[in-house]
């Protein structure tokens, strides 16, 4: 029987989780590949992936499709530092604006919907593009996300970032979650030990990464050089476990996209229903 095909976010935010394959310290029992979030998106709905990371918002359009896995995620308690929206107009300014969405994320340009119209009351035009940091440079609004979003502290005026997390946070108290981990339905009931192996040795390989958060920052400078500090800090305000805060910040999202018409209706989230380990 041939490996379960596995995603992996491309991105540094997902080292914590996943340097433990690239340091060999672990051997993940399927085949990875790597992608931005849009990309594996696709190829979980398309059946070239069995399990992945999903974001929230594509688990939600088709969560009748996916069996939620347990204590991955990620997302942040408050400041996320990789989804911003780069403005030099206020959010609750934007309204009539056309705002350039990166296409590598579903559920940060969904998110960027529920805060201007269900914090803000502001109703902006969305325009989806390869190069928003192209748009952001020319002085116009623009949604950045990972590498890109993190590099944009050092490029554009502190007033001009918005950090995602931070306006989701300020005003529902809530954690954002962007990605899930999940498993297509079919594959969860065909080859349920096999689904079960790999999020063991994720979970085991996340263990590792947080006791040896040293080599993660390492690997994570090889790939891409950033201040002393900056990725402890990083990790730091990020959150990989969905545990009951997640799960609350989950739930107000997706009622917060329904309240907008961005999916047909909230998916059910419980412990016994999302997954196959404790």
Known sequence: MSALRCGRIAYTNDLPIYAAYDEAQLDFPGTLHAGVPSELNAMLLAGELDVSPISAFAFAKDADRFVLLPRLCIGARSDVISVVLISSTPPSLL????IALTDESASAAALLRVLLQRRYGVQATYRQTHAPLDVAHEGGPALL??????????????????????????????????????????????????????????LEARAWGFN??????????ELKPRRPGFYEAYYRALNFELDE????????????????GEIERVPDLTVESAGVAG
């Open 145 to 202: 996300i990972g590498d890109t979003a993190i590099d944009a502290e050092f490029t554009f005026a502190r007033d001009h970032i918005y950090d995602l997390g931070r306006l989701w946070h300020e005003w529902t108290g809530e954690d954002t979650v962007f990605a899930v981990w999940a498993a297509r339905k079919e594959v969860y009931e065909r080859r349920f030990a096999d689904v079960q192996a790999c999020l063991n040795s994720l």
């Open 212 to 221: 040896h958060l040293d080599r993660v920052v390492q690997r994570a400078q």
């Open 95 to 98: 309204g009539g604006e056309t």
């Open 245 to 260: 805060p997640a799960q609350r910040g989950l739930r107000a999202y997706w009622r917060e996209l329904s309240a907008i």
